[in-house]
């Protein structure tokens, strides 16, 4: 038998205590402040269709006024200094590298970026925000500004967060008595039509677009979504080209209804007949859509989501499912993804649901998280190790400092958006302890270190377990420092419920 962990219930000081308890305030927050100088944050790598319409926003900290630049910039886009705002269309095909810098008064920062023109998008998983898990069907126009207004004030597009997805209930409900959502769900030629809270389509689109973000819009195959409003189904290219013309940028496609159709629920040709027909139709549109496969894992859709046009694909049920403690489901959920890494990767990602931090729905009442500091810290670890949609599920007007310290790390950002584009595995699972691995770009590895037991305990990572030989650096990324050179192992406490995220890398 392997051994890659010794488990000691700790009796003494530990070397390095993570993901200690803590209850509110500022406590419990490890992510160091954000510098003044500048950095530029989020993915390396951006996918776009030739022809189509491009909008990248610079996700960049530091002290402002900020002025970008950028070189070898494809000659159709154009940059924004004051703003990092890019636009414009890339018309040739090709892998494009460019040079990015940020200036303040207080220095420089440079990045390299490659721009690859050609039919794959989601070159590294999404980052960005959803409705549904902070207001059900409960939305409108006011929040959806409101929630973007927020991802730009509070920080998080400047790293890397750049998706403002509006979930279920933005439509008409068929049947409703609130006029509001109420009425005919279509025109008589067939055009759906909002309902009375979002009045205005392509107007909430430019506002968004105007952030240098993105949106995202929501419908089911069947003919009604999950709450019960207007399906595209015998609509769907009307419906696709409709939310082009709207200037969408993501498509949520949620099975819902369509279950009803199917002669087997289960069998893997019925379920791929609508996303295969959806991703062909969103193909041939004018402007590129990130297509979100839900249907809760039903038929292995990691196996076939690439191949009917997915860029990532919910892989189980709902992790905020009001019947189930949020806990059990972070780990039951997050830890089951194990064993699909071999179906993940640049352009089609396994999705283990929103991130539930911060305020979220929970007995429809928004209020903070019912997870721990240390079952945060898991969450987040699992997620970015996972590289997982890094899609927060919370309100973003109500962000906390320890909320905003767990979502812009950007040394834990990093390595979700890794170039590689890989998915960790376990590399060690007995008991409440498990270590999970993924390879990085440049030859480094990102280690997590779980504790799902109720008593905090010492891990020890072997080398030999991990791939690995002779010294090598370990680094703290929620605490962004390195910890020292280690020889054969490493060793650390970790708390009930806790994680710690290191990356080792050779010591030269």
């Avoid at 002290?63 to 990092?84: E, N, Q, V, W, Y």
């Avoid at 076939?304 to 860029?311: A, D, P, Q, Y």
């Avoid at 189930?324 to 890494?341: C, P, R, T």
């Avoid at 650096?473 to 406490?493: L, M, P, T, Y």
Wanted: charged share 25%; with cysteine.
């Amino acid at each position: 038998m392997i051994t890659l962990i010794k488990v000691i219930l700790c009796l003494c000081l530990p070397l390095v205590v993570f993901g200690q308890a803590a209850t509110g305030g500022d406590r419990g927050i490890l992510t160091p402040p954000v510098s003044r100088k500048p950095r530029i944050n989020g993915a390396k790598v951006y996918g776009v269709r030739p022809g189509h319409p491009f909008l990248y926003r610079i996700p960049a900290t530091g002290a402002r006024p900020m002025k970008f630049s950028a070189r070898k910039l494809p000659k159709d886009l154009k940059l924004d200094s004051h703003t990092g705002v890019i636009t414009g269309t890339v018309k040739k095909p090709g892998d494009y590298s460019v040079t990015l810098s940020a200036v303040n008064a207080l220095g420089k920062a440079k990045r390299k970026f490659r721009i690859v023109a050609g039919k794959t998008l989601a070159l590294s998983p999404p980052m960005g925000w959803s409705s549904w898990y902070m207001a059900y069907a409960n939305i409108d126009d006011k929040l959806i500004r409101a929630e973007a207004d927020a991802m730009i004030s509070s920080g998080l597009a400047d790293h890397g967060y750049s998706y403002i997805n509006i979930d279920d209930g933005w439509n008409v409900k068929p049947g409703a008595t609130d006029p509001a959502i109420g009425g005919e769900p279509r025109n008589a030629d067939g055009t759906l039509k909002p309902n009375r809270n979002f009045p205005d389509m392509s107007a909430l689109t430019a506002y968004v677009h105007e952030k240098g973000l993105k949106t995202g819009i929501y419908i089911s195959p069947g003919t009604r979504t999950c709450g019960g409003y207007e399906g595209s189904y015998q609509h769907e290219e009307q419906d696709a080209r409709l939310f082009a013309k709207w200037g969408f940028d993501f498509l949520k496609y949620d099975l819902c209804s369509y279950s009803k159709l199917m002669k087997d629920p289960n069998d893997s040709d019925e379920l791929q007949k609508p996303y295969r027909l959806m991703g062909t139709i969103l193909e041939q549109l004018n402007r590129d859509f990130v297509f979100n496969l839900c249907e809760y894992g039903r038929g292995d859709v990691w196996k076939w989501g690439s191949e009917v046009g997915g860029n990532f694909w919910r892989t189980t049920g709902d992790l905020g499912d009001p019947q189930k403690g949020l806990w059990d489901s972070v780990s039951k959920i997050g830890f089951s993804e194990a064993g699909k890494e071999q179906w993940a990767g640049p352009g089609g990602w396994n999705d283990p649901d929103n991130i539930l931090i911060g305020h979220i729905l929970q007995h429809d009442e928004l209020v903070p998280t019912p997870l721990t500091h240390n079952e945060q810290y898991t969450h987040v670890t699992l997620w970015a190790l996972l590289a997982a949609p890094m899609l927060f599920g919370g309100d973003m007007t109500q962000l906390d400092p320890f909320t905003l310290s767990l979502l812009t790390n950007d040394e834990v950002i990093d390595v979700d958006q890794d170039t590689l584009g890989k998915q960790a595995k376990p590399v060690y699972r007995s008991g409440d302890l498990q270590i999970w691995a993924k390879d990085l770009e440049g030859g480094s590895k990102a280690v997590g270190l779980f504790n799902l037991g109720e008593s905090e305990t010492e891990v020890t990572a072997q080398w030999s377990d991990l791939g690995l030989q002779g010294k090598q650096i370990v680094r703290d990324i929620w605490r962004q420092k390195d910890v020292g050179i280690f020889d054969n192992e490493f060793h650390a406490s970790v708390g009930r419920h806790g994680a710690a995220l290191m990356v080792i890398r050779a010591s030269r």
